[in-house]
T-cell receptor, first 113, second 108 residues
Framework: KAGVTQTPRYLIKTRGQQVTLSCSPI?????VSWYQQTPGQGLQFLFE???????NKGNFPGRFSGRQFSNSRSEMNVSTLELGDSALYLC????????????FGPGTRLTVT | KNEVEQSPQNLTAQEGEFITINCSYS?????LHWLQQHPGGGIVSLFM???GKKKHGRLIATINIQEKHSSLHITASHPRDSAVYIC??????????FGTGTSLTVIP
C-alpha cells in the first residue's frame, strides 16, 4: 500500500494570508489526524477526522480548521497566518482494526514571513 | 502542566551500548506509542502498547499501567539509531499528548 502523502512539502506565506494543506491517507484508513510540530512546543495534536466528521480537537484557535472528504482525504486550513504558525504540519492516518496506530506522512514545512 | 514527561532530553552513547529512554504520564490512556523521528522530519511508529512488553529486533518497549510509566530500550545501539524518540499517549479516541522527545546520538 502507498503511504500517507502530504502536499505541498514546503510553503512560504506572508502574515495575514491563509493556507490550505492536503493529506491523503493510506487506502482503507478512515481516520486522519493533524499535528503541529515546532521547536518550542514540540508535537501538538490539532484535530482528528473520521468519516468526514471532526471527532477530536486539540487546544488551537479557530483559525485552524479542517475537513475530510468522502474518500478520506483531508485538508487543513489556517487563516490569518501569524509568524508563530511557522511549523512542520504532519498528518497521520489510522484504522480501527490496527488499534489506531498512527502512520505519519512526511509533513508540510510552513514558513510565515 | 505536562501530561507526558520524557527523560533524558539528550543522550549520547557509544556504539554497542544499552540505551534506556523513560516516559511518565499523568492521564488515563488508551495506549502509549513510541515514535522515531529522523532529521528531515519523517516520523515512524515503533510501538503501540497498552500493557506489558513488546520487542522488535533490538528495540524493547515496556509499560507499567499502575505506575503510569513506560521505557524504551535499545540493545547494542548503532549509529543508525540516532534520531529523536518521542513518547505519545492516546487518550479519548484518537487524541494524543506528546513528550518533548529524546535526542539520541550514537557515536561509532
Amino acid at each position: 500500500k502507498a503511504g500517507v502523502t502530504q502536499t505541498p512539502r514546503y510553503l512560504i506565506k506572508t502574515r495575514g494570508q491563509q493556507v490550505t494543506l492536503s493529506c491523503s491517507p493510506i487506502s482503507g484508513h478512515r481516520s486522519v489526524s493533524w499535528y503541529q510540530q515546532t521547536p518550542g512546543q514540540g508535537l501538538q495534536f490539532l484535530f482528528e477526522y473520521f468519516s468526514e466528521t471532526q471527532r477530536n480537537k486539540g487546544n488551537f484557535p479557530g483559525r485552524f480548521s479542517g475537513r475530510q472528504f468522502s474518500n478520506s482525504r483531508s485538508e487543513m486550513n489556517v487563516s490569518t497566518l501569524e509568524l508563530g504558525d511557522s511549523a512542520l504540519y504532519l498528518c497521520a492516518s489510522s484504522s480501527k482494526d490496527r488499534g489506531y496506530e498512527q502512520y505519519f506522512g512526511p509533513g508540510t514545512r510552513l514558513t510565515v514571513t | 502542566k505536562n501530561e507526558v514527561e520524557q527523560s533524558p532530553q539528550n543522550l549520547t552513547a557509544q556504539e554497542g551500548e544499552f540505551i534506556t529512554i523513560n516516559c511518565s504520564y499523568s492521564v488515563g490512556i488508551s495506549a502509549l506509542h513510541w515514535l522515531q523521528q529522523h532529521p528531515g522530519g519523517g516520523i515512524v511508529s515503533l510501538f503501540m502498547l497498552s500493557s506489558g512488553k513488546k520487542k522488535h529486533g533490538r528495540l524493547i518497549a515496556t509499560i507499567n499501567i499502575q505506575e503510569k510509566h513506560s521505557s524504551l530500550h535499545i540493545t547494542a545501539s548503532h549509529p543508525r539509531d540516532s534520531a529523536v524518540y518521542i513518547c505519545a499517549v492516546g487518550v479519548t479516541g484518537n487524541q494524543f499528548y506528546f513528550g518533548t522527545g529524546t535526542s539520541l546520538t550514537v557515536i561509532p
